[in-house]
């Protein structure tokens, strides 16, 4: 009895280090599940910032009536006007409900993510950028399931 109790407790102990946290940008509702070490830096109505072990993530609404076959070229513009080098072409991404591309590429010797997304609901758009460094594989497992997590709530 006394083994079994021994081993449920290291198995609860090893998977509570591993848990996400959840937040939400509360003036757009939108929901994102990140690693548990992440902390939010700034929540405005304009931007949501994070930032965790390695790595930094950053969300902005952008206006204008685009449409999703147009948020492909909007994303690789929008990595180019970050001055982003070695952009990769844009890969198609689905997250409850979210549609977008999203690109990788370099930025002052680390490696970013960067996303364009739309809501074809409420027709909100935005960029997010998931910056981490290029040695980092567990970080780039990590920016796609954030990526992917991101969720409309209303």
């Not at 591993?18 to 992440?38: A, G, R």
């Not at 001055?83 to 890969?91: G, P, Y």
């Not at 997304?117 to 998931?130: E, G, L, Q, R, W």
Request: net charge negative; proline share 1%.
């Amino acid at each position: 009895m006394k083994t079994k109790l021994f081993y449920l407790f290291i198995f609860a102990a090893l998977t509570s280090f591993t848990l996400d946290k959840t937040y939400v940008w509360d003036k757009y509702k939108l929901q994102i599940t990140v690693p548990d070490d992440f902390q939010v830096t700034k929540n405005t109505n304009e931007d949501f910032e994070m930032s965790g072990d390695g790595m930094e993530l950053a969300m902005s609404i952008f206006e204008g009536d685009i449409t999703l076959e147009q948020m492909d070229d909007a994303t690789v513009e929008g990595a180019k006007s970050m001055k982003l080098t070695e952009v990769d072409a844009a890969h198609a991404v689905k997250s409850n409900g979210l549609e977008g591309f999203y690109v990788e590429g370099f930025l002052e010797g680390e490696r970013v993510m960067f996303a364009g997304m739309i809501d074809p609901k409420s027709h909100t758009n935005f960029f997010i950028a998931i910056t981490f460094g290029d040695d980092d594989k567990t970080a780039e497992e990590d920016a796609l399931k954030i990526l992917n997590s991101i969720k409309r709530l209303r």
